[in-house]
C-alpha cells in the first residue's frame, strides 16, 4: 500500500508540474508583445504616397498635409527606416500632429500596412519646406 501511496503522490506531482508549465507557456504566448516605437512623419495619404512612389520617405509640406486631411484623406505615417507607409487606424489620436515627426507606441500591422496608436509623442514640428531646386540668376 505504501508504494501505491508514493506513487500515486509522485504521479500527482508530475501532473501537476506539466499542467501549470501548460497554463504558464499559453500565458506567455497570448501576452501582448510590446512592440518598439516607430518613428516619423505624420502626413496625409495623397501626398505621402506620391512621394513614396518616387523612392522619398521624408517630411510633406504640413499645411497641405493638414488641408487635406481636413478634407477627408486618411492621416498616415512615413517610417523612413522602413520605407513604408502606414495607415493610422485610429486617426483622432493623430490628427493635431499631421506634419510633425512623432514616436508613436502602439501596434503596427506589416502586412495590413496599419498602426494602432496607444500613444503619441512629438518630437519634431514640421515645418512647411520646398523640394524644388533654388533658382540662380
Known amino acids: 500500500m505504501r508504494i501505491f501511496a508514493g506513487r500515486f503522490l509522485l504521479a500527482s506531482l508530475l501532473v501537476t508540474s506539466l499542467i501549470g508549465s501548460a497554463v504558464v507557456g499559453l500565458a506567455q504566448r ?12 505624420l502626413s496625409d495619404e495623397g501626398c505621402a504616397r506620391g512621394r513614396a512612389q518616387s523612392g522619398t520617405f521624408t517630411a510633406t509640406n504640413p499645411d497641405c498635409a493638414k ?24 486617426q483622432d489620436l493623430a490628427k493635431k500632429n499631421v506634419g510633425d515627426y ?15 496608436v496607444d500613444s503619441l509623442k512629438l518630437l519634431e514640428t514640421g515645418t512647411a519646406t520646398c523640394d524644388r531646386p533654388t533658382l540662380s540668376n
Open 102 to 116: 512623432v514616436e508613436i507606441a502602439g501596434h503596427m500591422d506589416l502586412q495590413a500596412k496599419t498602426v494602432r
Open 67 to 90: 488641408e487635406c486631411v481636413a478634407k477627408g484623406k486618411k492621416i498616415v505615417l512615413i517610417d523612413p527606416e522602413r520605407k513604408m507607409i502606414f495607415v493610422i487606424v485610429n
Open 30 to 41: 497570448s501576452a501582448p508583445q510590446s512592440e518598439p516605437a516607430i518613428r516619423g512623419w
